[in-house]
């Protein structure tokens, strides 16, 4: 009798619950009936325009109704996505505990259980943050979604704002995958593209076929399994060979993806920006894009690096603003989408010896200072030495001008510079220019021994094409809802980090590395791309065994690439070359039509330019070779003048 009693009770108690839970359901939907409906019209829309304002891509440029949506496609995304779509309220609890069940069993989460509502919540949003408020935020816009949408109005703008590798929306996709209409998509074309949703980087077609072949196989699966075609249909349609038959406006927007990767990340980064679409009715976000810029660098990368193998980054950036102009992140984005110029850090070698030699200046050196240039340990305490090497192992086996030295990139006279000058001074003069990485105090930090990101790299190189001015790089000029209500603007706030006069002489003597004179025993660094300059620069290029680096500039325009493996592959002399060669053909076709009086420097009042002997340092004869190069006026060379070798600890090699 016991046993019956507590059994009604517990009865009586789950069935409360259970009540009380279906009472908070309804009063849930009940209340997000009761709000005002969502504007999702044109939501999730993003518009880029360039420089000049014209549009160059959208998220949402061409939505479709779903009755111009191909019906194989919108099976194969009901299918695959949620197969019971038409039947739940926005959330399907079966397939949420099922999902549980498998995820807690394997201690890996295997199986997702999000409806087609529910991703559409979450595409209102910027980001993807995995928090709770967020969690909670996707949850209750997928209610109100579900309370004031049919089915159809919900699966529609689903299909026209997710993202298929880059591409946003179905008919933006078909056409740039097939070159087609989304209501002309085959069974075989509409199997593939259901399939690039999950995971853009893996399953997109141009990235990894063999992956994207095996999603689709999935797709067809479970069309056959949820009854929309037959097995015969989707054997055929998974042998159908596809032909990806891009529109000419997709090879403009490859040509950006990287650049448009890059504008988004920004974007999410400015705090004032509303987290929600939905607030906003999309976004206008006018860029730095400059397509000009932006051709220069994509067709001498084309025409240049000839090795296929090999991995890409460039940037093309206004110095004097901060403005990134052009960019690319690898040599084709639908094979790698990860962003070489933004999120890698590589070895930058000698160019860093810029920043090296502006310390130097900054604390008495002149173009004429010298250094003995041979075979060299340098000694330490703890009976600890270091024995660097110069490039080909080319040495003068004598005292070296700092000019002379920056031709020939010398390893030996940077790292007696920087011993000369103290552990501090480099890092402090990269720290004034932004680069704020954590260096080490080891004398191979000269030589560039250090992963630095390209984009600051960038910075700093700026800081001293603009004569002495720490810039920000950014993309994002000014950002608006759809009703053009200015939501940020970017606000440059330059600050005064280096000396003119000494950025003006580093400036010149940045020209050596190409300048003819210096040819003796060795060459120029930059002089094999010397016959295609018809401007001034200031170059200089680096190279470690696994990367290759040229940053130059002018006070109009500065531009850094580089090239290498992903997996350090040793690089050879000749993607040097053509690293160096894509550089110039940049340079060159950007800045044609200008002439060196408006893109060079005006020499300071302060400053004073005489004719050296490049190697010596030594005032010119007759009899010498000759340079002009620059000095504060009452530091001109003169013959008292002595090598500083006696200061640095050091033990000559013997042959």
């Given at each position: 009798m016991m046993k019956k009693k507590k059994s009604k009770k517990w009865l009586f108690i789950i069935i409360g619950i259970i009540f009380f839970f279906v009472i908070?359901?309804?009063?849930?939907?009940?209340?997000?009936?009761?709000?005002?409906?969502?504007?999702i019209t044109g939501a999730n829309g993003y518009h880029l325009y360039d420089i000049n304002g014209d549009t160059y891509t959208a998220s949402s440029e061409e939505s479709v109704s779903l009755k111009d949506i191909s019906k194989h496609l919108i099976n194969a995304t009901i299918s695959i996505e949620d197969k019971n779509f038409?039947?739940?309220?926005g959330f399907d609890f079966l397939r949420i505990l099922?999902?549980?069940?498998?995820?807690?069993k394997s201690g890996e989460t295997l199986q997702g259980a999000s409806t087609i509502t529910q991703q559409y919540a979450r595409n209102l949003f910027l980001d993807f943050d995995k928090t709770w408020d967020r969690k909670i935020k996707e949850a209750w816009i997928t209610i109100r979604l579900e309370t004031h949408y049919s089915k159809d109005d919900i699966l529609e703008g689903y299909l026209n704002t997710i993202n298929y590798g880059g591409i946003f929306g179905i008919e933006n996709a078909s056409k740039y995958y097939f070159n087609k209409s989304a209501k002309d998509l085959t069974l075989a074309e509409a199997s593939m593209l259901a399939g690039i949703p999950k995971n853009p980087s893996r399953?997109?077609?141009?990235?990894?076929?063999?992956?994207?072949?095996?999603?689709?196989?999935?797709?067809?699966?479970s069309m056959v399994k949820n009854g929309y075609i037959t097995e015969s249909q989707a054997d055929s349609a998974y042998n159908t060979k596809l032909n990806y038959e891009r529109s000419e406006d997709s090879d403009n927007l490859k040509m950006i993806m990287y650049y448009q990767d890059a504008v988004m990340d920004e974007l999410k980064s400015i705090k004032t920006i509303p987290s929600s679409f939905l607030e906003t009715g999309g976004l206008k976000i006018y860029t730095n894009l400059d397509m000009k810029a932006q051709k220069a660098l994509e067709d001498s990368a084309n025409k240049n690096i000839t090795n296929a193998d090999i991995q890409m980054a460039g940037i093309v950036m206004d110095p004097q603003t901060g403005k990134v102009l052009a960019l690319s992140g690898g040599r084709d984005y639908n094979k790698s989408q990860y962003n070489r110029a933004t999120m890698a850090k590589r070895q930058v070698g000698s160019t860093i010896k810029p920043f090296l030699y502006y310390s130097a200046l900054e604390n008495g050196f002149t173009p004429s200072t010298t250094f003995t240039s041979e075979k060299t340990t340098f000694s330490f305490?703890?009976?600890?030495?270091?024995?660097p090497k110069n490039y080909n192992d080319e040495y003068a086996n004598g005292p070296i001008s700092l000019a002379a030295a920056i031709s020939y990139s010398d390893n030996i006279y940077a790292v007696k510079t920087h011993l000369f000058l103290g552990d501090d001074a480099l890092p402090d003069i990269l720290n004034r220019v932004g680069i704020d990485e954590k260096l080490n105090n080891l004398p191979s930090l000269a030589l560039g021994a250090v992963e630095i990101n390209m984009m600051d790299m960038m910075g700093a190189y700026s800081a001293l094409a603009n004569e002495g001015y720490k810039v920000e790089p950014y993309f994002i000029s000014k950002v608006t809802d759809m009703d053009g209500n200015v939501l940020y603007e970017y606000k440059p706030n330059p600050e005064n980090v280096l000396n003119k006069n000494t950025v003006y002489i580093l400036n010149e003597l940045l020209t050596t590395t190409y300048a003819a004179e210096f040819k003796d025993y060795n060459v120029p660094t930059c002089l094999s791309i010397a016959p295609k300059m018809t401007h001034k620069y200031a170059i200089k290029s680096g190279t470690t065994n696994t990367d290759n680096l040229i940053f130059g500039y002018n006070k109009d325009l500065v531009v850094g690439m580089w090239t290498g493996y992903d997996d350090n592959k040793d690089v050879s002399s000749k993607d040097s070359s053509n690293l160096k060669n894509a550089w110039v053909d940049i340079m060159e076709s950007y800045l044609e039509g200008k002439?060196?009086?408006?893109?060079w420097y005006e020499t300071p009042s302060n400053v004073v330019?005489?004719?050296?002997d490049p190697i010596s340092g030594k005032a010119a004869t007759d009899s010498s070779k000759a340079k002009v190069l620059y000095y504060i006026k009452g530091t001109e060379p003169?013959?008292?003048?002595s090598s500083l070798d006696e200061a640095i600890p050091t033990v000559k090699v013997e042959e």
């Open positions: 908070i359901y309804f009063g849930i939907y009940l209340y997000a009936r009761m709000q005002p409906k969502l504007p038409y039947k739940h309220q099922k999902a549980m069940f498998v995820n807690i399953y997109s077609p141009l990235i990894d076929e063999e992956s994207a072949k095996s999603r689709q196989k999935i797709i067809l699966n305490s703890g009976n600890k030495t270091y024995t002439t060196d009086e408006e893109t330019g005489v004719a050296i003169t013959e008292n003048k």
